[in-house]
């Protein structure tokens, strides 16, 4: 198994973590909760802080069950894993639940 990165919640950009105290967040117990927050808000500093710390297969993992992506970073997770849409939570969510009217 690989050896993960010496890394710490402070080496993110400090607008990730707005709604809880940096200081009591545990990377390896909120590991959904931080990739989700890269996936959606994070530089690519921060992509690559997790791709340090967690590795490419638990954030496809991650990535594939979110019920939430914004189409962003769903089809950057879709090419960067080199998956279909349809294997994404999210997308199948979004299909099955169509919104009022798009203008």
Not at 22 to 36: A, F, P
Not at 60 to 87: G, I, K, M
Request: proline share 2%.
């Amino acid at each position: 198994m690989k050896q993960k990165q010496n890394i710490s919640q402070a080496d993110f950009s400090g607008y990730l973590f707005w709604d809880v105290d940096r200081t009591k967040l545990s990377l390896e117990d909120s590991k959904v909760y931080v990739i989700d927050r890269v996936l959606s808000h994070g530089m690519l500093t921060d992509w690559q802080l997790i791709k340090a710390y967690y590795g490419k297969d638990a954030i496809r993992e991650v990535a594939l069950n979110q019920r939430y992506l914004d189409r962003y970073a769903l089809h950057f997770c879709a090419a960067y894993f080199d998956e279909p849409l349809t294997n994404f939570r999210c997308y199948n969510y979004a299909q099955s639940n169509p919104g009022h009217w798009d203008y």
